[in-house]
């Protein structure tokens, strides 16, 4: 049957198993935005306020249900609106398909009227990229596209269509499904064996052999202070089950990354913890100390190393990761594995006995002890004045286990990863590696409408959530009940302390002090607002707003905090980790 390329884009994501586009309509995508409207019972349309917070959207949609994400711009300055987006998805290896409109093939190349080269500004920062040039090649296209962004190390990827080629016709042919006796052409089969080998070959570096497994037990068995080191990669391949039977049977302790909160539970013995800038004195003490370094599903970013010369310096490292480029990137390592971490650490624990002895001695319970005075629960509890700690603790404890996180960038974004009581995957979402200041509401409607029956609760802060308010007409326009809590210290809180510590208290540009209300925007918007500024008000205010999410509405909750609250501990740029001010 013939459909137009509008139409077979449409049933193309309806394969895939699509149910939910993030995007903002315009001239070059009108042909697919009516045939969206067709299929409107088959695929939910989220109009957004500005096309990043579409790519937002689809991250975080993708982060929280383990599936490809969608979003949709048009030409120009939309295709580039989405451009923070998906390096923000890229650099946190988030699957994002990003679908743009583009000018007519035969005015490409001629600075038309919004016109970019879409797939020569994304080239750095995804996997791949199309242009579809031929209408008979989009419907492979969409599946080659969902195939590498959800393959291997995931990723985001874009697709760039002319408007002619939704325009014009092709015959549709429906992915054949094992087991299918339907007659296929024999250029169907050729583009399928096509697609296969282009597959296989992007994802062959992916492999690891029994010796490499032999070799990590014998790591292992050797060692008598391995501490694991846990990534984002854990939650990515569905390993937190083999990351905990590993810690147990080592009795290690196990330090997080920011994108590996969620991979351990938080509430388990082996929990150390953050570990690198703001990381506990446990973790950062632990990865000194250690003889091995087990980096699982983990890239040694800056955040967490500091010096790389002075990490982990008595310990060897033993790297698992599907990533072969990530190996001796940043820290040289003894011994690797490259493979998926559900596979590889399965096949590892086949390898160990059921306890390895070590020798750490109760060291790591001394350790968990050294907190920052502010941040202990007895010091937030009696503060008349709100502290973070007691905020998210409070929130975490009203939403529930079920609950999921998501922050903005900045200090609030650091104590939800110290205080929230994240205890399983995909439950606390963040911009880790760009660390983009305007992620968060986005990412929050995304991760609300892919768990609609999940308690979404964004942590952000004065300075990033002048960023991104506008989606607060979304959340009304959509009905999707997010709990949004605004830690408003009138300040851009994390250049403040830096200005603090390093600058000599010169506060250049960091002060919010002012306008808006975000009480009364949140009202505009259609959205109960609360205020509160202190222990009891909050209380209060969240009896409110839970109330409002009960009833299907979004709540906002505008928390007044201490200008010159810090994030602690922290390490200065150029000291090694266990260096910090407390």
């Known amino acids: 049957m013939k459909y137009s390329g509008a139409r077979i884009l449409i049933e193309a994501l309806a394969e895939q198993g699509v149910d939910t586009v993030f995007g903002y309509p315009g001239g070059a995508v009108l042909n697919i935005y009516d045939e969206l409207y067709r299929a409107r019972d088959r695929i939910r349309h989220i109009l957004v306020s500005h096309e990043q917070h579409a790519a937002h959207a689809a991250d975080g949609y993708a982060r929280s249900t383990g599936k490809a994400g969608v979003c949709i711009a048009t030409s120009g300055p939309g295709a580039t609106n989405l451009v923070t987006g998906i390096a923000t998805a890229a650099m946190d290896s988030v699957p994002l398909v990003a679908i743009t409109g583009n000018v007519p093939t035969g005015l490409l190349g001629k600075d038309s009227f919004q016109e970019v080269d879409i797939a020569g500004i994304s080239m750095p920062i995804v996997k791949h990229n199309w242009i579809v040039k031929r209408v008979d090649e989009l419907a492979e296209v969409i599946r080659e596209a969902f195939a590498v962004a959800s393959s291997g190390r995931p990723g985001p990827v874009l697709i760039d269509i002319p408007k002619d080629i939704t325009a014009l016709s092709a015959e549709w042919i429906p992915r054949r499904l094992p087991g299918d006796d339907k007659q296929a052409d024999a250029a169907g089969d050729a583009v399928m064996a096509a697609r296969s080998r282009r597959l296989e070959e992007r994802n062959s570096r992916a492999t690891f052999t029994a010796e490499d497994i032999d070799r990590a037990a014998s790591l292992l068995m050797e060692a008598k202070r391995p501490v694991l080191y846990a990534g984002g990669g854990v939650i990515i391949s569905g390993a937190s089950q083999e990351l905990t039977i590993l810690a147990e049977r080592l009795n290690a302790p196990v330090a997080l990354s920011l994108m590996g909160i969620g991979g351990f539970p938080q ?10 800038m703001h990381g506990t004195v446990a973790s950062n003490k632990a990865a000194q100390k250690a003889d091995l370094l087990v980096a699982i599903g983990a890239r040694f970013s800056d955040r967490v190393t500091s010096r790389t010369d002075m990490f982990a310096k008595t310990a060897q490292v033993l790297h698992f990761d599907i990533d072969p480029a990530e190996v001796n990137k940043n820290v040289s390592a003894r011994a690797w594995v490259i493979g998926d971490l559900k596979d590889t650490l ?9 306890k390895v002895p070590t020798e750490w001695n109760g060291e790591i319970e001394k350790w968990k002890t050294h907190i920052p005075q502010t941040h202990s629960r007895e010091a937030a509890g009696k503060q008349a004045a709100l502290h973070p700690r007691f905020i998210i603790e409070e ?6 286990y079920d609950a999921i996180a998501v922050t903005d960038v900045g200090q609030h974004q650091i104590w939800t990863a110290q205080f929230y009581p994240a205890h399983r995957p995909r439950s606390f979402l963040t911009s880790g590696g760009l660390g983009t200041m305007g992620y968060g509401l986005g990412a929050a409607l995304g991760a609300k409408t892919g768990n609609p029956r999940r308690p979404v609760v964004l942590f952000t802060g004065d300075g990033c959530f002048r ?3 506008a989606e607060m007409g979304t959340l009304s326009n959509h009905r ?11 300040t851009l809180g994390m250049v403040r302390q830096w200005q603090s510590f390093f600058y000599e208290g010169r506060y250049s540009e960091s002060d919010l002090s002012g306008f808006p209300d975000f009480v009364k925007l949140a009202e505009a918007y259609g959205i109960p607002g609360y205020r509160a500024e202190d222990r009891k008000g909050f209380t209060a205010a969240l009896g409110s707003a839970a109330g409002d999410l009960a009833a299907g509405r979004a709540a906002l ?9 810090k994030v602690l501990p922290m390490v200065p740029s150029g000291k090694p980790i266990d260096e910090q001010i407390m």
């Open 267 to 276: 509430d388990h013995r082996l929990c150390t913890g953050l570990i690198g």
């Open 346 to 354: 399965g096949r590892l624990l086949k390898r160990l006995p059921p």
């Open 395 to 400: 929130t975490a404890g009203a939403l529930g």
């Open 467 to 469: 960023m991104n308010c």
């Open 480 to 490: 999707l009940p997010v709990l949004i809590i605004v830690f408003n210290n009138s």
């Open 557 to 565: 909750i505008n928390a007044v905090i201490g200008k010159d609250e």
